[in-house]
Protein backbone atom coordinates (compact mmCIF):
# COMPACT_ATOMS: atom_id res chain seq x y z
CA UNK A 1 0.00 0.00 0.00
CA UNK A 2 1.36 3.63 -1.11
CA UNK A 3 1.40 6.00 1.63
CA UNK A 4 -0.52 9.28 0.73
CA UNK A 5 -0.35 12.57 2.46
CA UNK A 6 -2.40 15.44 1.49
CA UNK A 7 0.13 18.33 0.98
CA UNK A 8 -2.44 20.91 2.38
CA UNK A 9 -2.74 18.68 5.47
CA UNK A 10 1.14 18.92 6.16
CA UNK A 11 1.34 22.63 5.36
CA UNK A 12 -1.38 22.93 8.11
CA UNK A 13 0.62 21.04 11.02
CA UNK A 14 4.10 22.60 9.79
CA UNK A 15 2.69 26.17 10.07
CA UNK A 16 1.69 25.16 13.89
CA UNK A 17 5.44 24.17 14.42
CA UNK A 18 7.13 27.18 12.34
CA UNK A 19 4.77 29.10 14.47
CA UNK A 20 5.68 27.91 17.39
CA UNK A 21 9.63 28.89 16.23
CA UNK A 22 8.80 31.89 15.24
CA UNK A 23 6.95 34.38 17.08
CA UNK A 24 6.93 36.70 13.51
CA UNK A 25 4.56 34.73 11.35
CA UNK A 26 1.69 35.61 11.16
CA UNK A 27 -1.76 33.97 8.38
CA UNK A 28 -3.94 35.24 6.59
CA UNK A 29 -7.21 33.18 5.08
CA UNK A 30 -10.22 34.27 3.37
CA UNK A 31 -12.93 32.18 4.72
CA UNK A 32 -11.57 28.74 3.73
CA UNK A 33 -9.15 27.73 6.70
CA UNK A 34 -11.13 24.74 6.86
CA UNK A 35 -10.05 23.68 3.95
CA UNK A 36 -6.77 25.26 3.98
CA UNK A 37 -5.99 23.88 7.13
CA UNK A 38 -5.19 27.28 8.12
CA UNK A 39 -7.50 26.94 11.03
CA UNK A 40 -4.70 24.88 12.69
CA UNK A 41 -2.77 27.45 12.93
CA UNK A 42 -5.76 30.02 13.91
CA UNK A 43 -6.23 27.44 16.70
CA UNK A 44 -3.03 27.74 18.70
CA UNK A 45 -2.43 31.14 17.61
CA UNK A 46 -5.72 33.18 17.47
CA UNK A 47 -3.47 36.97 17.83
CA UNK A 48 -1.24 36.70 14.88
CA UNK A 49 -3.95 34.96 12.87
CA UNK A 50 -6.47 37.14 10.46
CA UNK A 51 -9.35 36.02 8.72
CA UNK A 52 -9.89 38.64 5.93
CA UNK A 53 -13.46 37.20 5.16
CA UNK A 54 -14.29 36.38 1.29
CA UNK A 55 -11.62 39.64 0.11
CA UNK A 56 -8.82 37.99 -1.39
CA UNK A 57 -7.25 41.99 -3.10
CA UNK A 58 -7.57 43.09 0.45
CA UNK A 59 -6.41 40.00 1.85
CA UNK A 60 -2.96 40.22 -0.24
CA UNK A 61 -2.17 43.84 0.16
CA UNK A 62 -3.02 43.62 3.79
CA UNK A 63 -0.09 40.71 4.05
CA UNK A 64 2.21 43.18 2.69
CA UNK A 65 1.35 46.01 4.70
CA UNK A 66 2.10 43.49 7.75
CA UNK A 67 5.31 42.10 5.98
CA UNK A 68 6.69 45.99 5.79
CA UNK A 69 6.15 45.95 8.84
CA UNK A 70 8.86 42.96 9.58
CA UNK A 71 6.03 40.43 9.66
CA UNK A 72 6.91 37.03 7.67
CA UNK A 73 3.36 36.68 6.10
CA UNK A 74 1.45 33.69 5.38
CA UNK A 75 -1.49 34.11 3.22
CA UNK A 76 -3.70 31.20 2.05
CA UNK A 77 -7.10 30.50 0.12
CA UNK A 78 -8.00 28.49 -2.89
CA UNK A 79 -5.31 28.82 -6.00
CA UNK A 80 -7.61 29.71 -7.76
CA UNK A 81 -9.01 32.74 -6.32
CA UNK A 82 -5.12 33.22 -4.71
CA UNK A 83 -4.05 34.40 -7.91
CA UNK A 84 -7.55 35.30 -10.48
CA UNK A 85 -8.38 37.42 -8.02
CA UNK A 86 -6.02 39.47 -6.70
CA UNK A 87 -3.06 39.14 -9.61
CA UNK A 88 -2.76 43.24 -9.01
CA UNK A 89 -2.37 43.42 -5.70
CA UNK A 90 0.09 40.41 -5.95
CA UNK A 91 1.47 42.72 -8.92
CA UNK A 92 2.29 45.45 -7.18
CA UNK A 93 2.03 45.00 -3.49
CA UNK A 94 4.00 42.07 -2.78
CA UNK A 95 6.40 41.72 -6.13
CA UNK A 96 6.82 45.21 -6.85
CA UNK A 97 7.53 46.30 -3.47
CA UNK A 98 9.20 43.05 -2.53
CA UNK A 99 7.64 41.64 0.34
CA UNK A 100 8.26 38.70 2.63
CA UNK A 101 4.61 37.04 1.92
CA UNK A 102 4.36 33.22 1.45
CA UNK A 103 1.18 32.86 -0.70
CA UNK A 104 0.21 28.90 0.25
CA UNK A 105 -2.98 28.27 -1.95
CA UNK A 106 -4.90 24.80 -1.67
CA UNK A 107 -6.94 23.40 -4.05
CA UNK A 108 -5.06 23.72 -7.05
CA UNK A 109 -5.72 22.08 -10.53
CA UNK A 110 -8.53 19.63 -11.54
CA UNK A 111 -8.43 17.27 -8.32
CA UNK A 112 -10.37 19.78 -7.12
CA UNK A 113 -12.77 17.75 -8.55
CA UNK A 114 -16.72 18.16 -8.20
CA UNK A 115 -16.46 21.53 -7.68
CA UNK A 116 -16.45 22.18 -11.41
CA UNK A 117 -14.08 24.69 -13.34
CA UNK A 118 -14.87 27.51 -11.29
CA UNK A 119 -12.81 25.98 -8.85
CA UNK A 120 -10.22 24.33 -10.70
CA UNK A 121 -6.85 26.54 -11.11
CA UNK A 122 -5.52 25.39 -14.17
CA UNK A 123 -3.69 28.61 -14.72
CA UNK A 124 -2.24 29.51 -11.27
CA UNK A 125 1.36 28.83 -12.28
CA UNK A 126 0.76 30.60 -15.55
CA UNK A 127 -0.40 33.86 -13.62
CA UNK A 128 1.99 33.70 -11.23
CA UNK A 129 5.08 33.07 -13.50
CA UNK A 130 5.35 36.55 -15.31
CA UNK A 131 5.63 38.58 -12.44
CA UNK A 132 9.33 39.32 -11.45
CA UNK A 133 10.55 38.62 -8.15
CA UNK A 134 7.91 35.62 -7.68
CA UNK A 135 8.76 32.41 -6.93
CA UNK A 136 7.24 29.03 -7.65
CA UNK A 137 6.94 25.81 -5.90
CA UNK A 138 4.76 22.95 -6.57
CA UNK A 139 5.91 20.01 -3.90
CA UNK A 140 5.64 16.72 -5.36
CA UNK A 141 4.73 15.02 -1.88
CA UNK A 142 3.95 15.96 1.76
CA UNK A 143 8.09 15.61 2.57
CA UNK A 144 8.85 17.83 0.31
CA UNK A 145 6.11 20.80 1.10
CA UNK A 146 7.08 20.17 4.64
CA UNK A 147 10.84 20.88 3.76
CA UNK A 148 9.97 24.01 1.14
CA UNK A 149 8.43 25.83 4.10
CA UNK A 150 10.99 25.34 6.55
CA UNK A 151 13.28 26.18 3.53
CA UNK A 152 11.03 29.59 2.79
CA UNK A 153 11.06 30.91 6.22
CA UNK A 154 14.47 30.38 6.86
CA UNK A 155 16.16 31.53 3.76
CA UNK A 156 13.68 33.51 1.43
CA UNK A 157 12.38 37.04 2.50
CA UNK A 158 11.20 37.12 -1.15
CA UNK A 159 7.37 36.66 -2.43
CA UNK A 160 6.76 33.06 -3.28
CA UNK A 161 4.00 30.87 -4.73
CA UNK A 162 3.58 27.46 -3.18
CA UNK A 163 1.01 25.27 -4.36
CA UNK A 164 -0.89 22.73 -2.41
CA UNK A 165 -3.66 20.45 -3.51
CA UNK A 166 -6.64 18.73 -1.81
CA UNK A 167 -5.84 15.41 -3.59
CA UNK A 168 -3.98 13.04 -1.54
CA UNK A 169 -0.27 12.56 -2.84
CA UNK A 170 2.10 9.38 -2.84
CA UNK A 171 4.73 9.98 -0.86
CA UNK A 172 8.25 9.58 -2.51
CA UNK A 173 10.48 11.44 -0.61
CA UNK A 174 12.16 10.26 2.50
CA UNK A 175 12.47 12.52 5.82
CA UNK A 176 16.41 13.24 4.87
CA UNK A 177 14.88 14.65 1.83
CA UNK A 178 17.06 18.36 1.54
CA UNK A 179 15.22 20.88 -0.60
CA UNK A 180 16.64 23.81 -2.07
CA UNK A 181 15.23 26.30 -3.84
CA UNK A 182 15.94 26.16 -7.70
CA UNK A 183 17.57 22.92 -7.59
CA UNK A 184 15.84 19.80 -9.42
CA UNK A 185 15.91 16.58 -8.63
CA UNK A 186 16.75 13.95 -10.57
CA UNK A 187 14.78 11.09 -9.03
CA UNK A 188 15.60 8.21 -11.53
CA UNK A 189 18.73 8.53 -13.91
CA UNK A 190 17.59 7.22 -17.53
CA UNK A 191 19.32 7.73 -20.89
CA UNK A 192 16.72 7.51 -23.88
CA UNK A 193 13.97 10.48 -22.89
CA UNK A 194 13.71 12.71 -19.60
CA UNK A 195 9.90 13.26 -18.17
CA UNK A 196 10.07 16.44 -15.98
CA UNK A 197 7.15 16.86 -13.41
CA UNK A 198 5.84 18.62 -10.54
CA UNK A 199 3.10 18.06 -8.20
CA UNK A 200 1.29 14.92 -8.12
CA UNK A 201 2.64 14.17 -11.92
CA UNK A 202 5.81 13.43 -10.62
CA UNK A 203 4.68 10.10 -8.77
CA UNK A 204 3.18 9.70 -12.61
CA UNK A 205 6.13 9.96 -13.71
CA UNK A 206 7.73 7.02 -11.60
CA UNK A 207 5.08 4.60 -12.02
CA UNK A 208 5.45 5.47 -15.94
CA UNK A 209 9.67 5.07 -15.61
CA UNK A 210 8.87 1.55 -13.99
CA UNK A 211 6.29 0.65 -17.01
CA UNK A 212 8.56 1.86 -19.64
CA UNK A 213 11.91 0.08 -17.44
CA UNK A 214 10.10 -3.26 -18.05
CA UNK A 215 9.60 -2.82 -21.57
CA UNK A 216 13.23 -2.24 -22.07
CA UNK A 217 12.89 1.72 -22.45
CA UNK A 218 15.32 3.84 -19.81
CA UNK A 219 13.86 7.41 -19.09
CA UNK A 220 15.32 9.94 -16.59
CA UNK A 221 12.86 11.88 -14.36
CA UNK A 222 12.82 14.74 -12.86
CA UNK A 223 11.44 16.72 -9.93
CA UNK A 224 11.34 20.13 -10.85
CA UNK A 225 9.36 21.12 -7.63
CA UNK A 226 10.58 24.95 -8.44
CA UNK A 227 9.04 26.24 -11.36
CA UNK A 228 10.50 29.79 -11.30
CA UNK A 229 13.54 30.56 -11.05
CA UNK A 230 13.64 27.20 -13.11
CA UNK A 231 16.58 25.00 -13.06
CA UNK A 232 18.25 25.56 -16.78
CA UNK A 233 21.29 23.40 -16.33
CA UNK A 234 19.08 20.00 -15.12
CA UNK A 235 16.85 20.70 -18.51
CA UNK A 236 19.62 21.52 -20.82
CA UNK A 237 21.63 18.25 -19.62
CA UNK A 238 18.66 16.17 -19.74
CA UNK A 239 18.05 17.55 -23.45
CA UNK A 240 21.50 16.89 -24.13
CA UNK A 241 22.13 13.43 -22.58
CA UNK A 242 18.43 12.04 -23.39
CA UNK A 243 17.47 13.93 -26.41
CA UNK A 244 13.83 14.06 -25.79
CA UNK A 245 11.59 15.45 -23.23
CA UNK A 246 8.11 14.96 -21.97
CA UNK A 247 7.06 17.50 -19.26
CA UNK A 248 3.66 16.67 -17.07
CA UNK A 249 2.07 18.77 -14.82
CA UNK A 250 -1.49 19.06 -13.39
CA UNK A 251 -2.43 22.74 -14.82
CA UNK A 252 -2.87 23.95 -18.54
CA UNK A 253 -0.06 23.60 -21.04
CA UNK A 254 0.28 27.44 -21.71
CA UNK A 255 1.91 29.29 -18.99
CA UNK A 256 3.25 26.58 -16.74
CA UNK A 257 5.94 23.87 -16.67
CA UNK A 258 5.42 22.98 -20.25
CA UNK A 259 6.06 26.39 -21.48
CA UNK A 260 8.95 27.10 -18.71
CA UNK A 261 10.79 23.97 -20.34
CA UNK A 262 9.68 24.96 -23.72
CA UNK A 263 11.47 28.31 -23.44
CA UNK A 264 15.00 27.06 -22.21
CA UNK A 265 14.78 24.35 -24.51
CA UNK A 266 14.01 26.20 -27.45
CA UNK A 267 16.58 28.98 -26.67
CA UNK A 268 19.48 26.76 -25.40
CA UNK A 269 19.06 23.23 -26.70
CA UNK A 270 15.80 22.66 -29.09
CA UNK A 271 15.19 18.40 -28.68
CA UNK A 272 11.65 16.94 -28.90
CA UNK A 273 9.51 17.99 -26.75
CA UNK A 274 5.92 16.83 -25.42
CA UNK A 275 4.13 18.67 -22.85
CA UNK A 276 1.32 16.69 -21.12
CA UNK A 277 -1.40 19.01 -19.00
CA UNK A 278 -4.42 20.21 -19.24
CA UNK A 279 -5.06 21.59 -23.01
CA UNK A 280 -6.32 24.97 -23.12
CA UNK A 281 -9.91 23.96 -21.87
CA UNK A 282 -11.85 24.25 -18.64
CA UNK A 283 -12.59 21.80 -16.38
CA UNK A 284 -15.61 19.72 -15.72
CA UNK A 285 -17.23 18.45 -12.35
CA UNK A 286 -15.65 14.43 -11.83
CA UNK A 287 -14.31 12.47 -9.34
CA UNK A 288 -10.28 13.53 -8.89
CA UNK A 289 -9.19 9.82 -10.15
CA UNK A 290 -11.50 10.05 -13.19
CA UNK A 291 -10.84 13.46 -14.09
CA UNK A 292 -7.22 12.56 -14.11
CA UNK A 293 -7.61 9.38 -16.57
CA UNK A 294 -10.16 12.06 -18.55
CA UNK A 295 -7.82 14.34 -18.78
CA UNK A 296 -4.92 11.88 -20.12
CA UNK A 297 -2.73 13.04 -16.40
CA UNK A 298 -1.57 9.48 -15.26
CA UNK A 299 1.23 6.54 -16.47
CA UNK A 300 0.04 5.48 -19.28
CA UNK A 301 -0.49 8.98 -21.18
CA UNK A 302 3.24 9.42 -19.74
CA UNK A 303 4.23 6.20 -21.04
CA UNK A 304 2.67 6.84 -24.59
CA UNK A 305 4.02 10.24 -24.70
CA UNK A 306 7.40 9.31 -24.19
CA UNK A 307 7.62 6.43 -26.47
CA UNK A 308 6.43 8.74 -29.27
CA UNK A 309 8.79 11.26 -28.51
CA UNK A 310 11.49 8.77 -28.85
CA UNK A 311 10.21 7.70 -32.46
CA UNK A 312 10.21 11.41 -33.02
CA UNK A 313 13.77 11.84 -31.54
CA UNK A 314 14.83 9.00 -34.27
CA UNK A 315 13.20 10.57 -37.24
CA UNK A 316 15.12 14.04 -36.44
CA UNK B 1 -1.73 70.70 21.37
CA UNK B 2 -3.11 72.82 18.15
CA UNK B 3 -0.76 74.67 16.28
CA UNK B 4 -0.17 78.24 16.74
CA UNK B 5 -0.26 80.71 14.66
CA UNK B 6 3.30 81.51 14.08
CA UNK B 7 3.89 78.14 13.10
CA UNK B 8 0.68 78.35 11.42
CA UNK B 9 2.38 80.88 9.54
CA UNK B 10 5.87 79.42 8.82
CA UNK B 11 3.96 76.14 7.40
CA UNK B 12 2.28 78.00 5.10
CA UNK B 13 4.99 79.66 3.78
CA UNK B 14 6.51 75.97 3.13
CA UNK B 15 3.66 74.66 1.03
CA UNK B 16 3.83 77.91 -1.05
CA UNK B 17 7.38 76.93 -1.40
CA UNK B 18 6.61 73.29 -2.37
CA UNK B 19 3.94 73.96 -4.80
CA UNK B 20 7.21 75.84 -6.92
CA UNK B 21 8.89 72.90 -6.37
CA UNK B 22 6.48 70.76 -7.40
CA UNK B 23 5.51 72.45 -10.48
CA UNK B 24 9.25 73.22 -11.74
CA UNK B 25 9.95 69.89 -10.95
CA UNK B 26 6.48 68.34 -13.49
CA UNK B 27 7.55 71.13 -15.93
CA UNK B 28 11.12 68.91 -15.70
CA UNK B 29 9.82 66.02 -16.26
CA UNK B 30 7.44 67.06 -18.93
CA UNK B 31 4.67 64.54 -17.37
CA UNK B 32 3.21 63.44 -14.28
CA UNK B 33 -0.36 64.83 -12.27
CA UNK B 34 -0.66 68.43 -11.98
CA UNK B 35 -3.85 68.94 -10.33
CA UNK B 36 -3.80 65.90 -7.51
CA UNK B 37 -0.20 66.64 -6.36
CA UNK B 38 -1.12 70.69 -5.59
CA UNK B 39 -4.45 69.16 -3.49
CA UNK B 40 -2.85 67.29 -1.12
CA UNK B 41 -0.21 69.82 -0.42
CA UNK B 42 -1.17 70.98 3.24
CA UNK B 43 -2.66 67.50 4.21
CA UNK B 44 1.22 66.26 3.60
CA UNK B 45 3.03 69.54 5.08
CA UNK B 46 0.57 68.92 8.34
CA UNK B 47 1.58 65.39 8.47
CA UNK B 48 5.08 65.80 8.09
CA UNK B 49 5.41 68.97 9.96
CA UNK B 50 3.43 68.47 12.77
CA UNK B 51 2.17 64.93 13.27
CA UNK B 52 4.10 62.27 12.29
CA UNK B 53 7.31 61.04 14.20
CA UNK B 54 9.97 60.12 11.51
CA UNK B 55 13.97 60.30 11.19
CA UNK B 56 15.46 61.48 7.62
CA UNK B 57 18.81 60.09 8.31
CA UNK B 58 17.20 56.63 9.31
CA UNK B 59 14.14 55.88 7.20
CA UNK B 60 13.53 52.69 8.35
CA UNK B 61 13.74 53.81 12.49
CA UNK B 62 10.85 50.55 13.78
CA UNK B 63 9.19 53.27 15.92
CA UNK B 64 8.43 55.84 13.18
CA UNK B 65 4.94 56.55 11.91
CA UNK B 66 3.94 54.77 8.70
CA UNK B 67 2.55 57.28 5.59
CA UNK B 68 1.11 55.59 2.72
CA UNK B 69 0.61 57.73 -0.28
CA UNK B 70 -2.35 55.29 -1.91
CA UNK B 71 -3.41 57.68 -4.29
CA UNK B 72 0.48 57.41 -6.29
CA UNK B 73 -0.29 59.85 -8.27
CA UNK B 74 0.35 62.78 -6.17
CA UNK B 75 4.23 61.28 -5.64
CA UNK B 76 5.66 65.00 -6.55
CA UNK B 77 3.90 66.20 -3.84
CA UNK B 78 5.29 64.02 -1.88
CA UNK B 79 9.08 64.00 -3.38
CA UNK B 80 9.43 67.40 -2.48
CA UNK B 81 8.72 67.12 0.81
CA UNK B 82 10.77 63.80 1.59
CA UNK B 83 13.39 65.96 -0.43
CA UNK B 84 13.08 69.12 2.07
CA UNK B 85 12.81 66.78 4.63
CA UNK B 86 16.70 64.95 3.94
CA UNK B 87 15.88 62.01 2.72
CA UNK B 88 17.46 62.16 -0.19
CA UNK B 89 18.93 65.21 -2.09
CA UNK B 90 16.85 67.68 -3.23
CA UNK B 91 18.75 67.38 -7.16
CA UNK B 92 16.66 64.03 -7.49
CA UNK B 93 13.92 66.04 -7.50
CA UNK B 94 14.88 67.46 -11.07
CA UNK B 95 15.83 63.81 -12.44
CA UNK B 96 11.71 62.82 -11.70
CA UNK B 97 10.34 60.31 -14.29
CA UNK B 98 13.94 60.39 -15.78
CA UNK B 99 15.19 57.10 -17.15
CA UNK B 100 17.65 55.46 -14.51
CA UNK B 101 17.30 57.59 -11.90
CA UNK B 102 15.81 57.19 -8.19
CA UNK B 103 12.29 58.75 -8.21
CA UNK B 104 9.90 56.57 -10.33
CA UNK B 105 6.65 57.95 -12.05
CA UNK B 106 4.74 56.65 -8.93
CA UNK B 107 6.34 55.81 -5.31
CA UNK B 108 8.38 52.95 -5.15
CA UNK B 109 9.80 51.82 -1.70
CA UNK B 110 12.68 49.98 -3.14
CA UNK B 111 14.65 53.30 -4.93
CA UNK B 112 12.98 55.74 -2.84
CA UNK B 113 13.69 56.19 1.20
CA UNK B 114 11.19 57.34 3.15
CA UNK B 115 8.28 55.26 0.95
CA UNK B 116 6.86 52.58 2.58
CA UNK B 117 5.38 50.84 0.03
CA UNK B 118 4.55 50.96 -3.51
CA UNK B 119 1.68 52.46 -4.85
CA UNK B 120 -0.05 53.57 -8.18
CA UNK B 121 -2.58 51.12 -9.08
CA UNK B 122 -5.23 52.41 -7.23
CA UNK B 123 -7.15 51.04 -3.88
CA UNK B 124 -4.20 48.86 -2.57
CA UNK B 125 -2.86 51.45 -0.29
CA UNK B 126 -5.46 51.05 2.85
CA UNK B 127 -5.28 47.31 2.90
CA UNK B 128 -1.30 47.60 3.22
CA UNK B 129 -2.18 50.71 5.62
CA UNK B 130 -4.41 48.21 7.77
CA UNK B 131 -1.53 45.29 7.42
CA UNK B 132 1.31 47.68 8.84
CA UNK B 133 -1.64 48.78 11.68
CA UNK B 134 -2.10 45.05 12.65
CA UNK B 135 1.69 44.69 12.54
CA UNK B 136 1.74 47.11 15.11
CA UNK B 137 -1.10 46.10 17.79
CA UNK B 138 0.68 42.65 17.61
CA UNK B 139 3.83 44.03 18.91
CA UNK B 140 1.91 46.82 21.41
CA UNK B 141 4.27 49.40 19.69
CA UNK B 142 2.98 53.19 19.75
CA UNK B 143 3.64 54.01 16.01
CA UNK B 144 0.60 54.82 13.83
CA UNK B 145 -0.18 54.52 10.40
CA UNK B 146 -1.54 57.17 8.01
CA UNK B 147 -3.08 56.58 4.44
CA UNK B 148 -4.23 59.29 1.86
CA UNK B 149 -6.21 58.23 -0.76
CA UNK B 150 -8.25 59.89 -3.45
CA UNK B 151 -11.78 60.41 -3.50
CA UNK B 152 -12.23 58.67 -6.81
CA UNK B 153 -9.98 56.50 -5.76
CA UNK B 154 -12.78 55.40 -3.21
CA UNK B 155 -14.82 53.64 -6.44
CA UNK B 156 -12.25 51.06 -5.84
CA UNK B 157 -13.35 48.00 -4.84
CA UNK B 158 -10.99 47.18 -2.65
CA UNK B 159 -11.47 50.23 -0.51
CA UNK B 160 -14.24 48.63 0.79
CA UNK B 161 -12.93 45.53 1.63
CA UNK B 162 -10.24 47.20 3.66
CA UNK B 163 -13.16 49.26 4.91
CA UNK B 164 -14.80 46.64 6.56
CA UNK B 165 -10.93 45.16 7.72
CA UNK B 166 -9.70 48.50 9.45
CA UNK B 167 -13.30 48.40 11.67
CA UNK B 168 -13.43 44.60 12.47
CA UNK B 169 -9.77 44.59 13.45
CA UNK B 170 -10.39 48.18 15.58
CA UNK B 171 -7.41 49.96 14.17
CA UNK B 172 -7.61 52.97 16.16
CA UNK B 173 -4.15 53.13 15.43
CA UNK B 174 -4.72 53.78 11.51
CA UNK B 175 -5.83 57.31 10.28
CA UNK B 176 -7.45 57.30 6.68
CA UNK B 177 -7.45 60.64 4.73
CA UNK B 178 -9.25 60.99 1.60
CA UNK B 179 -8.05 63.84 -0.67
CA UNK B 180 -11.97 65.13 -2.02
CA UNK B 181 -10.92 67.33 -5.04
CA UNK B 182 -14.10 65.82 -6.52
CA UNK B 183 -12.36 65.69 -9.66
CA UNK B 184 -11.32 62.24 -11.73
CA UNK B 185 -9.54 62.23 -14.93
CA UNK B 186 -12.72 61.88 -16.65
CA UNK B 187 -14.49 64.58 -15.24
CA UNK B 188 -16.23 65.27 -11.93
CA UNK B 189 -15.99 62.57 -9.50
CA UNK B 190 -20.13 62.86 -8.74
CA UNK B 191 -20.79 62.16 -12.57
CA UNK B 192 -18.60 59.74 -13.24
CA UNK B 193 -19.14 57.52 -10.43
CA UNK B 194 -21.03 59.17 -7.53
CA UNK B 195 -19.09 58.02 -4.11
CA UNK B 196 -21.46 60.38 -1.84
CA UNK B 197 -22.57 60.07 0.64
CA UNK B 198 -19.08 59.77 1.61
CA UNK B 199 -19.33 60.45 5.63
CA UNK B 200 -22.82 57.81 6.37
CA UNK B 201 -20.84 55.37 3.92
CA UNK B 202 -17.58 55.25 5.97
CA UNK B 203 -19.37 55.37 9.37
CA UNK B 204 -21.71 52.83 7.97
CA UNK B 205 -18.70 50.91 7.68
CA UNK B 206 -18.24 51.60 11.22
CA UNK B 207 -15.18 54.64 10.93
CA UNK B 208 -15.45 57.36 13.07
CA UNK B 209 -15.34 60.63 10.28
CA UNK B 210 -14.24 63.88 10.57
CA UNK B 211 -14.11 66.24 8.16
CA UNK B 212 -11.84 68.86 7.11
CA UNK B 213 -11.00 71.87 4.91
CA UNK B 214 -7.63 70.07 3.45
CA UNK B 215 -6.06 73.71 2.78
CA UNK B 216 -6.43 75.23 6.23
CA UNK B 217 -3.82 73.83 8.51
CA UNK B 218 -5.58 75.11 11.37
CA UNK B 219 -8.27 72.62 10.54
CA UNK B 220 -6.45 69.89 9.31
CA UNK B 221 -4.48 70.05 12.93
CA UNK B 222 -7.13 69.59 15.06
CA UNK B 223 -8.58 67.04 12.75
CA UNK B 224 -5.51 65.36 13.00
CA UNK B 225 -5.33 65.75 16.97
CA UNK B 226 -8.96 64.60 17.17
CA UNK B 227 -8.53 61.02 15.02
CA UNK B 228 -5.54 60.42 17.56
CA UNK B 229 -8.13 60.45 20.61
CA UNK B 230 -10.70 58.03 19.01
CA UNK B 231 -10.37 54.62 20.82
CA UNK B 232 -11.65 51.35 19.21
CA UNK B 233 -12.25 52.48 15.62
CA UNK B 234 -10.40 53.68 12.90
CA UNK B 235 -10.94 57.56 11.77
CA UNK B 236 -11.25 58.54 8.51
CA UNK B 237 -10.55 62.65 7.74
CA UNK B 238 -12.43 63.76 4.46
CA UNK B 239 -10.08 66.52 3.73
CA UNK B 240 -12.59 69.14 1.17
CA UNK B 241 -9.81 70.21 -1.17
CA UNK B 242 -9.48 71.73 -4.79
CA UNK B 243 -7.70 70.07 -7.26
CA UNK B 244 -4.87 72.45 -8.71
CA UNK B 245 -4.72 74.24 -5.63
CA UNK B 246 -2.97 77.46 -5.68
CA UNK B 247 -2.74 78.37 -9.32
CA UNK B 248 -5.71 80.01 -10.80
CA UNK B 249 -6.27 78.63 -14.00
CA UNK B 250 -5.60 75.14 -12.73
CA UNK B 251 -8.20 74.99 -10.19
CA UNK B 252 -10.61 72.70 -10.23
CA UNK B 253 -9.74 71.73 -13.90
CA UNK B 254 -10.11 68.04 -14.50
CA UNK B 255 -7.38 69.26 -17.51
CA UNK B 256 -4.46 69.30 -15.29
CA UNK B 257 -4.94 65.86 -13.81
CA UNK B 258 -2.32 64.02 -15.84
CA UNK B 259 -0.96 66.76 -17.52
CA UNK B 260 2.52 68.89 -16.23
CA UNK B 261 2.81 72.58 -17.09
CA UNK B 262 4.31 73.96 -20.33
CA UNK B 263 7.35 76.51 -19.43
CA UNK B 264 4.92 79.23 -19.94
CA UNK B 265 2.42 77.83 -18.24
CA UNK B 266 4.97 77.45 -14.98
CA UNK B 267 6.16 80.69 -14.99
CA UNK B 268 2.65 81.89 -14.92
CA UNK B 269 1.91 79.65 -12.48
CA UNK B 270 5.48 81.36 -10.10
CA UNK B 271 3.77 84.75 -10.67
CA UNK B 272 0.84 83.74 -8.61
CA UNK B 273 2.48 82.06 -6.04
CA UNK B 274 5.00 84.08 -5.18
Given amino acids: MVKKLGTRDVYGEVLVRLGQQNPNIVVLDADLSCSTRTCKFAEAFPERFFNMGIAEQDMISTAAGLAAAGKIAFVSTFAVFATGRAWDQIRQSLCYSQQNVKIVASHSGITVGEDSATHQANEDISLMRNLPNMSIIVPADGIETEKALEYLVKYDNRPVYLRLSRYKFPVIFDSQYVFRKGKAIVLEEGTEATVIAIGLMVSRALEAQQMLKEQGISVRVINMSTIKPIDREAIISAAQETGAVVTAEEHSIIGGLGSAVAEVLSEQCPVPLKRIGIKDCFGISGDADELLNYYGLNAQSIVQSVKEIIDKKKKV | ?274
Fill in chain 2, 1 to 274: MSLPENKILELKEIARQLRVEVLKMLTLAGSGHTGGSLSIIEILVTLYFFKLRYDPKNPTWPDRDRFVLSKGHGAPALYAILARLGYFNEAELKKLRKINEMLQGHPYNISTPGIEISTGSLGQGLSAANGMALAAKLDKAKWRVYVLMGDGETQEGQIWEAAMTAAHYHLDNLCGIIDANKLQIDGSVCEIMNVEPMKEKWEAFGWQVLEADGHNLHSLSTAFDQCEKIKGKPCMIIAHTVKGKGVSFMEGKVGYHGVAPTEEELEKALLELR
